[in-house]
């Protein structure tokens, strides 16, 4: 919501009305930086009593200034997708565990934008569903505090083994700690056999962010003092 706001006051006096809806948002930011550092519960009872009376005064903006904004103009474009969006902006207001923004999402997906020439195309639907599967639990174990490729090596080892909803979901990057993924080393190229091509290609450029080393006939410990290893 905020870029587009930001768009339409270049080169406008500050004076002019995206200036104003700008400064409102700034406002709801100054909330969030000041709760930063709370639990989640009070992060919501910190939104309901700040926040929320900001966002009253940008719904009645809006509703101002929406009727008088060109359609086609950057304000009128601004003030229609945010009128459009208004409920799911306000979703933040209702759990504390919720981020104002998605920016932590954008960033964490801006390493595969980089490579997107190199696959633009998926060869198939069903390809492009089990790349963005992947790049998704990669993105899950870095932010649940997991070392991508050993989590990976994990649950290629174990979702064989799983049998039931509950063990399956055991498996998910939020429900591992560090300490539970296996550090003993593995026959990858043997295991990675029965693995198909998008799964051995993210095994092979999956970022290391651990040190490792590489054993003869591609064994890999997870944990020893190199950076590269053979898959």
Not at 36 to 49: D, F, G, I, K, Y
Not at 81 to 96: A, I, R, V
Not at 97 to 124: M, Q, T
Not at 193 to 216: E, G, I, K, M
């Amino acid at each position: 919501m905020r870029h587009k706001f930001v768009e339409a006051a270049e080169g406008r006096k500050h004076t002019a009305a995206a200036h104003q809806m700008v400064a409102l948002i700034g406002l709801l930011y100054a909330v969030e930086r000041d709760c930063r550092n709370l639990t989640p519960q009070e992060r919501e009872a910190v939104r309901e009593c700040r926040s929320r009376p900001i966002l009253e005064k940008i719904k009645a903006w809006l509703d101002e200034k929406a009727p008088k904004a060109l359609p086609k103009g950057l304000l009128g474009m601004a003030i229609a997708y945010t009128l459009n969006l208004w409920s799911e902006l306000n979703t933040f207001l209702d759990d504390g565990h919720i981020e104002i923004d998605n920016n932590i999402a954008e960033n964490a997906i801006r390493p595969f934008v980089i490579g997107r020439k190199n696959f633009l195309f998926s060869g198939s639907p069903r390809g492009a569903e089990a790349s963005a599967t992947l790049h998704s639990l990669i993105e899950t174990a870095k932010a649940n505090g997991l070392e991508p490729r050993a989590y990976l090596i994990h649950l290629f080892e174990q979702l064989p083994k799983a049998k039931t909803p509950e063990e399956i979901a055991a498996l998910l990057p939020m429900n591992l700690k560090p300490e539970d993924l296996s550090t003993e080393p593995i026959d990858l190229p043997r295991e990675s056999q029965a693995l198909s091509p998008v799964v051995r290609r993210t095994l092979r450029n999956c970022p290391l962010t651990t040190s490792r080393s590489t054993w003869p006939d591609g064994v890999v410990q997870v944990g020893a003092e190199s950076s590269t290893a053979q898959v």
